[in-house]
């Protein structure tokens, strides 16, 4: 007796040992083989030293859901309170605005004036198809600031459930990149440059002003070079990026000396070059044609030094966007959205964070890029379609184009690249030639910086309509969006990032569906499995354990 006491009373020691330990000592385990709920080193110190509460207001919340957008509410559900075991500070809130059908259409209406556009769903359950609307954002608010995080990572052409893949992957770095927005102060300064005829403000706008959210954002003008090049260079040198924006003009020796060095002391530098003259607007004449040519900015000694070559070449491919035309005459006439090869959509197979999970981006009478032997390492971001030609100068462009059949077999040149990023160190373009000007000191090897060279200027350029720029990447006659501006940003967000926050977006989460139209075709079979299998075993084992034992007992 006294011995099973005392095997109690043990006991008892060691569960309140257990319990005083557990409520000492917290930790998760994350047992997916992908990791999806444990959170980048880079996120966690973004949120570890927030002192004040972070609210966070999901409108992900509904009944009528399709399965796969309850997964990715789940997902959200899931990643937050990782997040919040993180730091306590990390509040959220599952809302649901259509909840109260008297408060319904104000709140759609609220929602979208805040740049939240509901999206409608079509809904496949049980052989039943219907449509739904949803609010896939959340709004995080701290210390009287708000910022929207998008919670859907669209894609043209995905399905629903790729859809939600693409935004389950997508969703540690979109909250945490709202958190540091919002908790960490601009920093960073961008330099615009202008003085060589680069695109109006106008037509860049939408694309600076995303960038305003992030960074301290200033035009940068060279004109000062032909007189005082020492200052021009130390003025470059206070920006940490600069952005040349189609530019349409030569560069002088004096020009290029400067963003030489201004390179060499580690400057980076994103470059949007046009190597061939063709506007798709000078195509709307009467004759509906005009001719291309080769455009020579000075540059190709420039980047041919640092490891790249624009050639003054046109990729024609026939994965590309349409071009809208008026097809027929007087009032009969039409918009008609038309195959035109000039305008590629270009992706990549890789997974680096500034192209991994990123929709397509639209071209405009892109160039091909050739990327050369040296020191510097060469990433490809982005690259044509397989079906691809290339067109050389000077050539007519003729709208007839649109009614004519292209043959495939002549679009034989394989993917050609369009934009590449060059890391390392870089050999100056001057070195061991004589330089235009002398300066107080002159590198003609990098610190270690980066480069992105992208081949054709148009992909920074927004539509302006009725001289108020639109967003960059619509397409107002299709209603696509394309990947243009969220392909920028992650360009100079890897640019410029420090703490590698940009790196959360090569991470990998294989998310698994059930498939709807298996489950209705199968359901009859596997409701009986489930029910009535049991059942008969059930049965059979009676049987036998009665007869069994009757036999036993009879002998």
């Not at 009478?365 to 397989?386: G, R």
Request: proline share 4%; no cysteine; aromatic share 10%.
């Amino acid at each position: 007796m006294n011995k099973n006491l005392k095997h109690i009373v043990l006991l008892v020691i060691v569960l309140i040992a257990i319990n005083f330990i557990s409520s000492k000592v917290y930790k998760r385990f994350d047992l997916t083989s992908d990791k999806r709920y444990t959170l980048s080193e880079s996120a966690i110190n973004v949120v570890k030293d927030i002192e004040s509460p972070i609210v966070v207001d999901i409108f992900l919340e509904g009944d009528d859901f399709p399965s796969e957008f309850r997964r990715l509410q789940k997902e959200t559900k899931q990643l937050l309170e990782e997040f919040s075991a993180k730091n306590k500070n990390i509040i959220f809130n599952f809302i649901n605005p259509l909840e109260d059908d008297t408060t319904r259409e104000r709140n759609i209406q609220q929602l979208t004036q805040r740049g939240l556009t509901p999206m409608q769903l079509s809904i496949q359950e049980n052989g039943k198809s219907s449509q739904a609307i949803i609010f896939p954002w959340a709004l995080a608010s701290y210390n009287e600031q708000t910022v929207i995080i998008p919670l859907v990572k669209n894609k043209i052409g995905a399905s629903q459930q790729d859809l939600v893949s693409n935004s389950v992957q997508h969703l540690e770095y979109a909250f945490a990149d709202g958190f540091s927005k919002l908790i960490k102060p601009k920093k960073r300064k961008i330099a615009i440059l202008k003085g060589n005829k680069q695109l109006d403000d106008k037509y860049i706008a939408d694309f600076v002003k995303k960038l305003g959210e992030y960074y301290f954002i200033a035009p940068f003008t060279l004109d000062s070079v032909s007189k005082n090049p020492q200052k021009t260079l130390t003025d470059l040198r206070g920006f940490d990026l600069i952005i040349s924006a189609k530019p349409t003009e030569q560069f002088t020796e004096n020009e290029k000396f400067v963003l030489d060095q201004y390179t060499m002391n580690g400057g980076k530098s994103l470059w949007l070059i046009d190597a061939v003259v063709m506007e798709k607007d000078s195509l709307y004449n009467d004759a509906g044609r005009n001719f291309a040519i080769s455009r020579d900015l000075n540059l190709t000694d420039f980047f041919f030094k640092y490891g790249v070559r624009i050639n003054p070449v046109m990729v024609s491919t026939l994965y590309s966007a349409p071009i809208t035309l008026a097809m027929g005459s007087g009032s009969e006439s039409q918009f008609q959205n038309l195959r035109w090869p000039y305008s590629p959509l270009a992706a990549t197979s890789n997974n680096h964070p500034i192209v991994n999970n990123l929709n397509l981006v639209r071209f405009d009478f892109a160039n091909q890029i050739d990327t050369l032997k040296n020191s510097v390492k060469k990433t490809i971001l982005l690259e044509s379609a397989p079906l691809t030609k290339l067109e050389g100068t000077p050539r007519e462009i003729n709208l007839n184009l649109v009614t004519k059949e292209q043959d495939p077999a002549s679009f034989n040149k394989g993917n050609q690249t369009l934009a590449v990023l060059l890391e390392g160190e870089f050999n100056s373009a001057y070195n061991n030639l004589i330089k235009p000007f002398t300066l107080s000191e002159e590198k003609n090897k990098s610190v270690p910086t980066k480069m992105v060279v992208i081949a054709d200027g148009d992909v920074i350029k927004n539509d302006v309509i009725r001289n108020t720029p639109q967003e960059l990447g619509f397409d107002r006659w299709t209603g696509q969006t394309y990947g243009n501006k969220e392909f920028l940003l992650n360009t100079v967000n890897y640019l410029l990032d420090d703490d590698g926050l940009i790196n959360i977006r090569s991470k990998e989460i294989a998310v698994a569906f059930l498939n709807q139209q298996k489950i209705t075709s199968e359901k009859t079979k596997w409701q009986l499995i489930n029910i009535a299998l049991p059942m008969v075993l059930l049965g059979i084992f009676g049987f036998f354990f009665n007869y069994l034992r009757k036999k036993k007992y009879a002998s």
